[in-house]
Structure formats: C-alpha cells, structure tokens
C-alpha cells in the first residue's frame, strides 16, 4: 500500500510540476471548439457507459474516492458512489482548467489531471498546490445533453475500472493493461457527464 501510494505522490506531483502556465494555450480545451470553457463554479460528475445500456440517462454518480495518504496529504480519485458511499466533496470546480474537489469543511482536493493508463488523481495538502490546467468542458454532441468533461482535449479516453481489490470502481484515462492502478479486465468505456450545475 505505501509503494503504491509513493508512486501516486510522485506521478501526482511530476504531472503538477509539468502543468502549463498560461491560460491562453491550455491544452484541456485546445481544438473543443468555441462552446468550450475551462471554467465552472459548481457541479458534479457522472459516468455514462457508452458500451452497454445505462440504468439512467446521467449514468453513474461519481465522488472523490480514498487512494492512499502520506504525511501531510491525502490522496483521492474519481470514484463511483455505489462503490464508495462516502461524499466528503460533495462538489466540484473547474477554474482556468484546474479541477478542485470541494469539500463541506472547507478543504480543497486538487487534481493532478491523469496520465495514458493512469486513474484521475486529486491531492489534499496544505498549502493547497496548483492544479494542472488540462481539464475543460464541452457540449455533449448526444441526446442527452448534458455537457462533458475534457481531459487533455479528449472526452472519449475514460473507462470505470476495478481498483483491483474488488470494492472500489475508478475512473481511468487511457485505460491500459500495463496500470498497477487497476484490474483492465474490468474496465469498460465511459464519458464522463457534468450533472447538478449551479
């Protein structure tokens, strides 16, 4: 548990640390067109399969689920909520297109965005980092309507996977075998819909 949390620290903050400066070449919503925005005061996010039929048409609740602590931060990833019924963020921010989970006691989880076949991390710490600038949202092109978050310009690169142990299903970007984050037998393609925005 602790090498892996070690290496989620150090990706976390190496993708952190190669985050771009200016929001004028943010690659989050580089080519999404001009509906797109990087900013978004208040929301929630939920996960649609776009391989199977879905039980609703916003798919399945997300929240910031538990990936391990160190001294001094704890670390959270997109979680579904049937698999991690706690929701001590109960919502979102998008600003200049850093992603902040923003918890009822006044704490801000911070992502680092997500890497080819790694889970979409958040750090909590103090002093609260920068957050790397490479989420935006779109309008979603399908029926349902509901926007969609953007992920280094793609909106089609997530899928809900086991975390490996069997109780807490992730998201992941660019879902590969080779991840140790989670079981890619049991992932299945997802997008990744803005619900509750206020």
Do not use: R
């Amino acid at each position: 548990m602790f090498s892996s949390t070690l290496v989620f620290a150090l990706c976390f903050f190496s993708a952190v640390a190669a985050a771009p400066s200016s929001v004028s070449s943010l690659p989050g919503c580089s080519g999404l067109g001009a509906n797109a925005s990087n900013t978004l005061a208040s929301f929630t996010l939920a996960a649609l399969n776009t391989s199977l039929p879905n039980a609703n048409s916003t798919g399945a609740p997300l929240v910031l689920g538990q990936a391990g602590a160190i001294d001094g931060a704890t670390f959270e990833v997109l979680s579904t909520w049937a698999t991690f019924p706690y929701n001590d963020w109960p919502t979102l921010s998008l600003v200049n297109g850093g992603l902040y989970g923003n918890s009822s006691y006044g704490n801000q989880a911070v992502s680092s965005g997500a890497t080819n076949g790694t889970t979409v991390g958040f750090i909590t710490t103090t002093p609260t980092p920068t957050p790397s600038q490479v989420f935006c949202i779109v309008p979603n092109k399908n029926s349902s309507g509901l926007p969609l978050l953007a992920l280094n310009g793609h909106t089609d690169e997530f899928s809900l996977c086991s975390n490996g142990k069997g109780y807490q299903n992730n998201v992941a970007y660019n879902a590969s075998g080779k991840s140790y984050y989670y079981d890619y037998t049991t992932c299945y393609p997802v997008v990744l819909q803005v619900v509750g925005t206020q």
